[in-house]
C-alpha cells in the first residue's frame, strides 16, 4: 500500500487544520490506518488510528477530544481533523498502516508504509 498526507499548514493557537492520507495499492479492509508525529529532537509518536472496516477509533490522551480520525466513504481517504491547536502540536504528520491480523498498537516501528509527512505548525 501507498499512502500520501497532506493538509499541512501554519495556524495560530486555538485554530483548526485538516490532514487527508490518501491510500492506493491494497485492500484497506486488511488495515489499522494510523496517524502519527514527530517533532523535532523528539522520537515519533502515536496520534491517531482507525480500523478501516468497523470504524473504531483510537487516540493518544494529548489529542483526545480536540483531534477526530475519520474515513471518506468510497474513497480510499482516512482524514484527521485538528481542532484547537497547540503550539506543543507542531511536528512533521505522517500516516502508516498496520495489518489487523497483528492486532492494535501504538508503537510506530509496528506501522509499515509510512508516505511523505505533511508539516504542522502551530504559533502561540
Do not use: H
Amino acid at each position: 500500500v501507498q499512502l500520501q498526507a497532506s493538509g499541512g499548514g501554519w495556524v495560530q493557537a486555538g485554530g483548526s487544520l485538516r490532514l487527508s492520507c490518501e491510500a492506493s495499492g491494497d485492500t484497506f479492509s486488511k488495515y489499522y490506518m494510523g496517524w502519527f508525529r514527530q517533532a523535532p529532537g523528539k522520537e515519533r509518536e502515536f496520534v491517531a488510528a482507525i480500523t478501516w472496516t468497523t470504524r473504531s477509533t483510537y487516540y493518544a490522551d494529548s489529542v483526545k477530544g480536540r483531534f477526530t480520525i475519520s474515513r471518506d466513504n468510497g474513497e480510499p481517504t482516512v482524514n484527521l481533523q485538528m481542532n484547537r491547536l497547540k503550539p506543543e502540536d507542531t511536528a512533521v504528520y505522517y500516516c502508516a498502516v498496520r495489518l489487523r491480523a497483528y492486532g492494535f498498537t501504538r508503537q510506530p516501528s509496528d506501522f509499515r508504509s509510512w508516505g511523505r509527512g505533511t508539516q504542522v505548525t502551530v504559533s502561540s
